[in-house]
Each structure stands twice: as structure tokens, then as C-alpha cells.
């Protein structure tokens, strides 16, 4: 048998190297993003936009095709930064759409294959900002929603042969983090490292092997958890 994984946000950063090191160990890669792939760690790529989860959806399930699907790796995300006051609703409900609600319109797509392989492995990316951040008011939502999402997973499709966590990143070296932290801002860079205990910003492949640990076979007596991959931020309240 050969078995597929769909890795969400797969054309750059964290997705890149969780797709890197699925196709290293033999599997192949369904990689689903809204911009063109920066590498070739896959072997098929679809364009669809999460914050439309049921189009996304439908997207993902004409490409699988009858495809042996045993694993999902939403890494996807999205962020505006804005304060309680500033938040609107828009930007929340984009932010909850992509990180949180597409991850399970796209479950909802693979499960059936899961079930009939008796195997399968969903990981969702959370973020040490579920803990609480200043100005991450709806991202913060959206990856705190996914606790409760993932756990319900696990209740439901452990019978199954199927886990399901959550690999929550402390700071990345991403596009998003360079995107969204003002050298001039609240979230400088020299602030970020000095929060971090460990004393350095993650490469995508530092958060990476967490997910490829999870996503593989050695993983199945691990389901319902939330991993932070962090430096150690998640018990730094006092410099985060």
C-alpha cells in the first residue's frame, strides 16, 4: 500500500519541512496551500483557500481520488495582529476559518479512508499563544479552539486506529513571524529571543520533527495532547 499524507501550508516554512520529512520516510505528499510551492517536497499540489473550508474541502477530496490518505498535517495558519479593541470580525473569523475550522472540514474528507486503512494520524498546529499573547487576540482564539477539537478527535477515532494532536510552535524563524513583529513594535526580535529560554528563534524543521514523529506509526499510543515545541516560552510567563 501506498500511503498518502495532505499537508496543509505545505509551500513554505513549517509545512515545507513536515512535507520534507513525510516524503523522506517513503510517504507520499499531497501539499495544499494558496501560493505556489517554494520546493519539491511533494508529489502533488493543490491550490485552494482555507478560509473558504468547505470549498477547501472539496478541493482536497476530488484530488485524493481514491488515494490511500493516512495522514494529515494541517499546518496552515493565519494572523492579524489587533488588540481586544482593535480585532474585527472579519479578521477573526479568516484567522478561525483557516487555523481551526478547515482542519475539520478536511478531517471530515479523510476519515472515511482512515477508517477503511484502520490507521491514521491528524496533527493540527496550535501556538504558544493560545496561552494568551497582547495583540493576538483572534489568533489566539483560533489556536485555542483547536484544543478542544483535537481532543474530541481523539474520543471519537481512537476505536478506529486514529490519533489526533496538536504541535503548538513557540517562535518560528517563518514568514509569518518576520511578517508580523514591527522591528520598531511591541514584538521585537531582540524582545522574542530574550523570552525564550532556550535562547533562539526555531528553524521550521525544529518544529518539523515533532510533527513527523506524531504523524508516524511509532506515535500510536499518543493521541489527544497538546506538544509545545516552544524553547520553553509556555512556562516563561514573566518574559513572554
Not at 510517504?27 to 499540489?45: G, Q, T
Not at 508516524?216 to 512556562?235: E, P
Request: include cysteine.
Amino acid at each position: 500500500m501506498t500511503e498518502w499524507a495532505v499537508v496543509t501550508g505545505a509551500s513554505r516554512g513549517i509545512g515545507a519541512a513536515v512535507a520534507k520529512l513525510l516524503k523522506d520516510s517513503g510517504v507520499k505528499v499531497l501539499a495544499v496551500d494558496l501560493i505556489d510551492p517554494e520546493n519539491d517536497h511533494y508529489e502533488e499540489f493543490v491550490r485552494t483557500d482555507l478560509a473558504n473550508p468547505s470549498e477547501a474541502a472539496d478541493v482536497v477530496k476530488a484530488a485524493i481520488n481514491g488515494k490511500d490518505v493516512t495522514r494529515l498535517a494541517h499546518v496552515a495558519g493565519y494572523c492579524v495582529p489587533a488588540s481586544v479593541e482593535a480585532a474585527t470580525v472579519e479578521g477573526i473569523t479568516k484567522e478561525i476559518n483557516i487555523s481551526t475550522i478547515s482542519l475539520i472540514s478536511l478531517a471530515q474528507v479523510l476519515i472515511p479512508s482512515m477508517k477503511r486503512l484502520g490507521k491514521g494520524r491528524i496533527v493540527g498546529t496550535g501556538s504558544r499563544a493560545a496561552l494568551g499573547k497582547e495583540e493576538r487576540v483572534g489568533y489566539a482564539a483560533a489556536k485555542a479552539g483547536l484544543s478542544g477539537i483535537v481532543r474530541t478527535m481523539a474520543l471519537e477515532l481512537g476505536p478506529y486506529g486514529i490519533t489526533a494532536n496538536v504541535v503548538a510552535p513557540g517562535p518560528t524563524n517563518t514568514y509569518m513571524l518576520q511578517t508580523h513583529n514591527d522591528p520598531d513594535g511591541a514584538f521585537i526580535q531582540k524582545r522574542i529571543r530574550e523570552g525564550i529560554p532556550v535562547q533562539f528563534v526555531a528553524e521550521p524543521v525544529d518544529i518539523a520533527v515533532a510533527f513527523d514523529f506524531l504523524l508516524s506509526d511509532r506515535a500510536r499510543y499518543i493521541t489527544g495532547q497538546v506538544l509545545n515545541v516552544c524553547g520553553g516560552t509556555s512556562v516563561n510567563f514573566l518574559n513572554r
